[in-house]
């Protein structure tokens, strides 16, 4: 089986800067505070393009981009190592879910690509698109999918409000709101639009897809 390449160059990144945070520590404690952010953002989505593939180490393949005790990355890293063994030996799930992952990585880094070549805007459209087909996803497996053809993104957002089966509250449902907002704007060129919004859009879906991860 031929693995998707995106994911193990993702895997690999993270084990290395891992490592190139452990041995630029002082005492017991991560000095590049800015990598360590990153490096949580990226494993993020590395558990969200993964998927149940990663499911066995979900909880460990996690650190909330603050903690500094080398400790704290020495538990995920030990479980980046363990997954890289699991690909390197075909011990994951089936072809068709590491295909949907490498689609979400493809997408997403479209997105970052974007951003940091300066089109915050067409970023944004991609952000938005991400976000949208996460919240198809939940309401497919959660069996509120609204009954148009084609619902939009505010139709899924108020599917997944009124659904029981989803812990979805009117908090998350204004914050995704204002998110999808940013994204509209994108999609319109609206001209007040900054990156700093965008950015705003990446990390909020960021977090959006680590909260309702795939089951």
Same mark, same amino acid.
């Given at each position: 089986m031929n693995q998707p390449q995106k994911l193990v160059d993702l895997i690999d990144k993270l084990i290395q800067d891992a490592h190139r945070m452990l041995e630029s520590?002082?005492?017991d404690s991560i000095q590049d505070r800015d990598s360590l952010r990153r490096w949580s953002n990226e494993l993020i989505l590395l558990r969200n393009i993964g998927g149940k593939m990663l499911a066995p180490w979900a909880p460990r393949l996690a650190h909330d981009g603050v903690l500094i005790p080398t400790v704290y990355v020495q538990g995920? =890293?030990?479980a980046l190592e363990t997954v890289k063994y699991a690909i390197e030996n075909g011990l994951l799930t089936s072809y068709r879910d590491l295909v949907m992952a490498e689609a979400f990585s493809d997408l997403f880094e479209q997105g970052q690509y974007l951003l940091n070549e300066g089109y915050f805007l067409a970023a944004g459209v991609i952000f938005r698109a991400v976000l949208e087909e996460r919240l198809r996803e939940l309401c497919v497996g959660a069996n509120c999918m609204p009954g148009k053809d084609r619902p939009t993104l505010a139709d899924l957002n108020q599917a997944l409000y009124r659904c029981e089966t989803v812990q979805y509250d009117k908090a998350m449902m =204004?914050?995704?709101?204002?998110l999808a907002a940013v994204g509209n704007d994108a999609a319109h060129n609206k001209e007040s639009l900054k990156r700093e919004?965008?950015?705003r859009l990446m990390r909020g879906t960021l977090e959006f897809i680590s909260r309702y991860a795939p089951a």
């Amino acid at each position: 089986m031929n693995q998707p390449q995106k994911l193990v160059d993702l895997i690999d990144k993270l084990i290395q800067d891992a490592h190139r945070m452990l041995e630029s520590t002082y005492g017991d404690s991560i000095q590049d505070r800015d990598s360590l952010r990153r490096w949580s953002n990226e494993l993020i989505l590395l558990r969200n393009i993964g998927g149940k593939m990663l499911a066995p180490w979900a909880p460990r393949l996690a650190h909330d981009g603050v903690l500094i005790p080398t400790v704290y990355v020495q538990g995920p =890293l030990a479980a980046l190592e363990t997954v890289k063994y699991a690909i390197e030996n075909g011990l994951l799930t089936s072809y068709r879910d590491l295909v949907m992952a490498e689609a979400f990585s493809d997408l997403f880094e479209q997105g970052q690509y974007l951003l940091n070549e300066g089109y915050f805007l067409a970023a944004g459209v991609i952000f938005r698109a991400v976000l949208e087909e996460r919240l198809r996803e939940l309401c497919v497996g959660a069996n509120c999918m609204p009954g148009k053809d084609r619902p939009t993104l505010a139709d899924l957002n108020q599917a997944l409000y009124r659904c029981e089966t989803v812990q979805y509250d009117k908090a998350m449902m =204004l914050n995704v709101t204002a998110l999808a907002a940013v994204g509209n704007d994108a999609a319109h060129n609206k001209e007040s639009l900054k990156r700093e919004d965008v950015e705003r859009l990446m990390r909020g879906t960021l977090e959006f897809i680590s909260r309702y991860a795939p089951a």
